[in-house]
């Protein structure tokens, strides 16, 4: 087992552990590199981020809706866009 892994691995790693549990090998070599890794640590948070946000706007959104519609596509109404940017500028403030 290698204890290296490429920033490409991790986020794709990161990613993939949204959707569903890591083995436990995958997932301690993912962390010792989020130890050393502040560039993907930081990526890590944003992606946080961004599926707290697409949940809460996923969650209006169909809430919203009439019973039964949600399974049709939905677009993001302009409102939604721009409090969705809001939010991310938020999360990641330009120095």
Do not use: Q, Y
Request: with cysteine; aromatic share 4%; charged share 30%.
């Amino acid at each position: 087992m290698h204890l290296f892994m490429p920033c490409e691995e991790a986020a794709r790693l990161t990613s993939e552990e949204r959707d569903h549990p890591l083995p436990w090998s995958r997932k301690v070599i993912l962390r010792i590199h989020l130890v050393f890794c502040a560039h993907c640590r930081a990526c890590c948070r944003k992606l946080a981020i961004l599926s707290c946000i697409a949940a809460r706007a996923g969650e209006t959104v169909l809430a919203r809706l009439p019973v039964g519609a949600g399974d049709r596509d939905v677009t993001l109404s302009s409102e939604a866009r721009e409090r969705i940017k809001r939010a991310l500028d938020c999360a990641n403030p330009r120095k």
